[in-house]
């Protein structure tokens, strides 16, 4: 079978820096983050008082009260960022459930799903009996619910599905789409990451394992290779792309952001939490992406820009900068390194669609972000970060990696449009 060109059409988002694509991208450019005190629950027993909040998030322009009701809060975050994805790509009134299409699909991660009704329903339980917990508690929680909500809503009758890869999940979904698409079993598929787990469980159980940063300072708490880093910000939020088929975009006249021209994934098989030594897993993804790539004949050259999972953790950062060193060789002196988990926090299974979003934005406007706060050098991490201020550069490709828990690795290639 010939392998058929994707291209990205529409995007969409809801992250602690923006509940749309603009406002996200112009703090994201000014190097301005979303983490703050935690607002929505009692901190007081924690050592972690701070989180990426989504701020003002009100779904009503995509959303019903009374679907809202019934919605968990990452399925909300998702089928907002997907209208807008929708609506950016132009099939937001032509594909509908009364013209169901068996050609497009979706696939949305979640890591982590409906966390809050979870515990709400289990208060519920403990306080008022086993027979009072809520018919919608199953439907409201499960991962799967924000791919099912978007493809109900648009009538997209391809596949539909729901990668659970923690932290790489975002970008598995839109990898996943993209062999879809390339492999002809789609023409659209609506792809991303949603995640809403700032939530007493969410946030204590990732505190217990001392994952999290105890920073005080907002400035100073998520501050990716930087010497003092000390543990990753929880953030909450949503990204969503609209992937197509080259030639099925052009004849309905689509306007094309950018081209998704490589996919690798993998696993580490070595820890549950910890990566590999030197990000030997993350040596292995990033190579095979640049293998599928190759096919379109974009090079490591081409590699402009690349978006690092990035998490102001000590391992993760340390062995990320060895990965990129070991694929890139002395190149990779010369690439703009950035991690822009230093003004959203960590999205979870929502990190790689944001980040996607964000690769695409990047391309688009020719812009390298920064990343923010950064301030004292770690030997171990010797790349150019972008500290501070964001760039202007001629980018010709962008390449996001997302490495997580369990050792699930998955690495994106963006090319800029009208390159092929």
């Known amino acids: 079978m010939q392998r058929r060109e994707v291209v990205v059409t529409g995007i969409g988002t809801v992250n602690p820096t923006g509940n749309s694509v603009a406002e996200s991208?112009?703090?994201?450019?000014?190097?301005?983050?979303?983490?703050?005190?935690?607002?929505?629950?009692?901190?007081?027993?924690?050592?972690?008082?701070?989180?990426?909040?989504?701020?003002n998030f009100d779904p009503g322009q995509w959303i019903s009260k009374r679907e809202a009701k019934h919605m968990a809060r990452f399925v909300q975050l998702a089928v907002c960022a997907a209208g807008e994805a929708m609506a950016m790509s132009g099939l937001a009134e032509s594909v509908s459930p009364e013209q169901a299409d068996v050609r497009a699909g979706v696939i949305i991660s979640s890591g982590i799903g409906g966390l809050s009704v979870i515990e709400e329903e289990h208060d519920r339980l403990?306080?008022?009996?086993?027979?009072?917990?809520?018919?919608?508690?199953?439907?409201?929680?499960?991962?799967?619910?924000?791919?099912?909500?978007?493809?109900?809503?648009?009538?997209?009758?391809?596949?539909?599905?729901?990668?659970?890869?923690?932290?790489?999940?975002?970008?598995?979904?839109?990898?996943?789409?993209?062999?879809?698409?390339?492999?002809?079993?789609?023409?659209?598929?609506?792809?991303?990451?949603?995640?809403?787990?700032?939530?007493?469980?969410?946030?204590?159980?990732?505190?217990?394992?001392?994952?999290?940063?105890?920073?005080?300072?907002?400035?100073?708490?998520?501050?990716?290779f930087d010497l003092e880093r000390d543990g990753f910000v929880m953030g909450e939020g949503a990204g969503i792309l609209v992937l197509e088929e080259k030639e099925h975009a052009l004849r309905r006249g689509a306007v094309i952001l950018a081209e998704l021209a490589g996919y690798g994934a993998n696993g580490d098989a070595y820890h549950i939490t910890a990566p590999a030594p030197e990000g030997e897993g993350g040596v292995r993804c990033m190579a095979l992406a640049l293998e599928d790539a190759a096919a379109l004949g974009v090079t490591m050259e081409d590699i402009s820009y690349i978006n690092a999972h990035g998490t102001s953790t000590r391992l993760n950062d340390a062995g990320e900068t060895a990965a990129i060193r070991a694929v890139f060789g002395e190149r990779a002196e010369r690439i703009a390194v950035s991690s822009t988990k230093s003004m959203t926090g960590h999205l979870l299974g929502a990190a790689g669609g944001v980040e996607a979003v964000f690769c695409v934005k990047a391309l688009e406007e020719q812009f390298i972000p920064p990343t923010a706060g950064w301030e004292k050098r770690d030997p171990a991490c010797d790349l150019d970060y972008v500290p501070v201020t964001g760039r202007s550069a001629e980018l010709r490709g962008a390449?996001?990696?997302?490495?997580?828990?369990?050792?699930?690795?998955?690495c994106l290639i963006f090319r800029r449009a009208g390159l092929a």
């Not at 975002?170 to 991303?192: F, H, L």
Request: glycine letters at 14%.
């Open 399 to 410: 390449l996001s990696n997302s490495l997580g828990f369990g050792g699930h690795n998955a």
């Open 126 to 224: 403990r306080g008022k009996g086993i027979g009072r917990v809520s018919p919608h508690f199953i439907p409201m929680a499960i991962s799967n619910m924000a791919a099912a909500c978007v493809a109900i809503r648009y009538g997209l009758k391809g596949i539909c599905s729901c990668p659970v890869t923690a932290c790489a999940g975002g970008s598995n979904a839109i990898g996943d789409a993209y062999m879809r698409i390339r492999d002809g079993y789609e023409d659209i598929v609506v792809a991303g990451g949603t995640e809403a787990a700032v939530t007493p469980l969410g946030l204590g159980g990732f505190a217990a394992m001392k994952a999290l940063s105890r920073s005080a300072d907002p400035d100073r708490a998520s501050i990716p």
């Open 25 to 55: 991208w112009k703090n994201i450019r000014e190097g301005r983050h979303g983490i703050g005190q935690v607002t929505r629950f009692d901190v007081s027993e924690l050592e972690v008082k701070l989180a990426a909040e989504v701020k």
